[in-house]
């Protein structure tokens, strides 16, 4: 899929499927992507219906006219991928977002480690999720996907241990992990649960924890990653090794 793809709430076309965008999306595309009559578009709900469109023509400065057919539906892919990312200071949270939506993260979820510098609290929490949440969707049509991952509330180190629990595999990358993940063995179905920790590490209590929820420490590599990279790289290595890259 190499057409643009732009964010629709619905897709109720007029009469001979003639559908409108408009609104920021509609900006985005006359007045920034400039798209123009004969070319092909992607229009997605971000939850996995999508439909191939035509450019009809543009009126003013955020319209876009397009020939809008058929709407498909992209089914979730098995097995099902989530990282729980702990919030990494600055912008490196956003980063972390963005590649891993990249490489087809399916969910994301946010986590307030012990040893966290940053704290989502009030107002600033808020705005922080909001920030993840928009990364998400921006990168989800950069990279052309039809079904955005899905960013959690943040969670608390009980609620992963919840997540972990419920998962077919569940992971924590860790220094104290004697099994690769490159050797790990993986579901060919349900859902996998991958826990970064911050910059300080995963506490010996939050390790105990996870453990006892059935999560299992493993090591990435030789080398030390950053937490807002370290996902990505785990994501990367993941999905190829359960075929959805293939």
Do not use: N
């Not at 909001?130 to 969670?155: I, L, N």
């Not at 453990?211 to 080398?223: M, Q, T, V």
């Amino acid at each position: 899929m190499t057409a643009p793809v732009f964010v629709v709430d619905h897709f109720d076309a007029g009469g001979g499927g003639r559908y409108v965008l408009d609104g920021p999306e509609g900006r985005h595309a006359v007045s920034v992507k400039r798209m123009r009559a004969g070319e092909d578009v992607v229009l997605t709900d971000g939850a996995g219906r999508w439909a191939d469109c035509v450019v009809l023509g543009t009126e003013g400065k955020d319209r876009l006219i397009v020939q809008l057919d058929s709407v498909s539906e992209e089914p979730p892919e098995e097995p099902r991928l989530t990282v729980v990312q702990a919030l990494p200071k600055g912008d490196r949270g956003e980063v972390a977002v963005e590649t891993m939506t990249e490489v087809g993260v399916d969910a994301i979820v946010p986590w307030a480690a012990a040893r966290c510098v940053t704290q989502w609290k009030g107002e600033r929490g808020a705005k922080s999720l909001a920030k993840w949440r928009a990364t998400a969707r921006e990168a989800g049509k950069q990279s052309r996907r039809v079904r955005f991952p899905r960013v959690a509330d943040a969670a608390t180190s009980k609620q992963v241990a919840s997540l972990l629990a419920e998962a077919e595999f569940a992971a924590v990358l860790h220094e104290s992990g004697t099994e690769p993940l490159a050797s790990a063995e993986l579901p060919a179905s349900g859902d996998i649960v991958l826990v970064v920790g911050p910059e300080g590490g995963v506490s010996p209590e939050e390790l105990a924890l996870f453990e006892e929820a059935g999560a299992r420490a493993y090591r990435l590599g030789r080398s030390v990653l950053r937490t807002s990279t370290a996902g990505t790289a785990a994501a990367a290595l993941l999905l190829g090794r359960t075929g959805r890259w293939s």
